[in-house]
DNA sequence: ACGTAAACGAGACGGTACGTCAAGTCTTTCT
DNA sequence: AGAAAGACTTGACGTACCGTCTCGTTTACGT
């Protein structure tokens, strides 16, 4: 059986400089060619500090990502929430696809993306520690307007957030189209619609 | 400057046996323990033979789908089109889950996704050759739908089908929900509801 | 600048290895088809060990050899030393000749042979390690001959080595003769003739 | 049974074109660096026209040296003849000294005999080719001494040859020293002496 | 305050695969 | 049919990293 390491005794020096060299490389020469190696010569850390504390090289990346989160402790990620479902998703919307379009901010993201689609652990983690937090805000956003009566109260959330973000990730990942704020409200208007109840007499 | 091979030497016999090995470890031992030796190896073919002709692991992977549809000149890719399109877009996502729900089918498929998303150059194969095609079919049957008046003459056909696939995509990818033919039928619905026209009276 | 490796870390299990492994493949296989994969291989040692620690493959086979003589701190290389000059070194120079006729030893020595006649760096590491001490050696018995009348006192050495070794050297190198006690000793009796004294009346 | 090509229909353009390339080829990187698919290249020639007339590249380049004395017909190479021996030798010996000083000629030379040293065939063509006349042109200097009584009528002139010429070519292969013409006068002073007959008196 | 056990930096180790190079063979095309 | 052109299989090259495994050297408890 192997020893598991004390946390207690972790050092936070090397982690900080662990996870500031990672993120730093994974800007500079991009995921497909990050290096343990590199990491821990750029950190000034022994290669098996690295191997002690995380088990992939992705793991290391997430991490990275997810300290860059830790700064407040409960940070505000709600969404606005004005009354106007359609205007407030509309902001959140374009805000989403300028995010995703700057390119210092998609390298990584990208990636990140890459590693959890093959690696179902990384998956879990990612879905626990970034994705879960963030889809529970915007889930809280649409009871939110299942209360005013915008959306029918038997929704499913879940596919709702689908069918909201599933399109615009398509054509991110696959770089298929523009990410426009024109294509964010577009997006909007047609979740919306797909959300209003079934119309009587929608024949066939 | 470097020489180029002249195509028309090229052996036809090296060239299938590269894609075939490459075929059969890609279900073996997945994409990312796929190795260029490996492939030449079982191909019986030198390393050179293969770095000659595919400037990545991804091309030649690639190349190795494609050519399975390369046996049909011009197969029938053509969506079925009963006239009831919620009935034929219902069919036709109900095989599209159980295909991508087909662990055999999904690895490498999986894996193509993965070198598409950080490889610009082969997503521009990759829609060229596959998704081309296969998404002009599924416009062919909407414009069918169009004439129909099933749909409004004036939509946008490649946000409909990013609207319609997006969100299976995304779920597909992530493993964020199950793949079930009521899953199918609720992304249809939903889909069709979309893409109805605006309502009068549809106070924001 | 590339970074050294720390020498007090080096393998000594590996380094043996090494050695020995090259000195088996040079046996067996000859120097030409000597690889450095086979060595590591053969050694149970990965190529960069080899790398790290030998610039080419020459270093190696030189090492190997040398490692040989390292086994007696200052092993005793002194020649005879019985007062007869032409007797010790018939006796030698039969040695000499028999040891190069040899088919087990002349072919890993005519392969290094080979090496450093087209490397000097190679040829000046030879000469330091083992010709240096075996060529000290012989001038050790000849100054002793010189210092009992034998040979003239201002009898430049280092062309009397060449004188007695260069002819056999050649006819080994080139395979232009036998090699037998009677050309050792014919060549002892060239020697000793040449370095004789002028004879007055010796018209030019 | 390997076929066989046939030599009257060799292509003498091709012929000259390869030993070319090859005597450029090796005086600017080398025999070292010297391939096959260079001289190919250079002589504007396939590289099966190599393989198919010369079975290594040691054949070829030493064909190409060969080529180069093929000009004149029986080219004069023998040796002065004064009537001085000792006269005759120096000028020899001071201009073969010269000669292998010469950077220009020393490393084709120092090439070829590398590959001579460990291909036993090489040699014997070398030897059949090159060597031979030299030699013989050699031997009919020293004949001629004989008959002036310049050397023993029984003198083994092989064993001459290599008293003169050895410590010379050991000098030169492992770059013991300087190849200076005064180099050259003791050579041959050494080796007129241990012609000498035995003088009356050498004890034991 | 001190001794000790842990985590640490450093980096050598046995390996795998890389992408390149040249060898020698085989095939196709041209003359 | 010989020769050019060049694609082919083979296999060694030297490099980059992998993940594991010592080495001393801090560091920070628990006495």
New binding site residues.
Partial sequence: MA????P????Q???Q?ILTAARELVSEVGYA??????IATR???????I???WP??GAVVLDAFLALSESGPDQDMALPDTGDLKADLRVVMRATVAEFADPAFEGPIRALNTEIINDPALAAQYREKLAGPVDEAKKARLRSAQRAGQLPPDADLDLALELLYGPFYQRWLLRSGPLTPQYADALVDAFLKAMRPDIGGSAH
């Fill in positions: 020893k598991q390491p004390n207690a005794r972790r050092s020096r090397s982690r400089a060619k990050l290096t343990i190696e590199a950190a000034g850390v022994g290669k098996q500090t191997y002690r504390w992939s090289k």
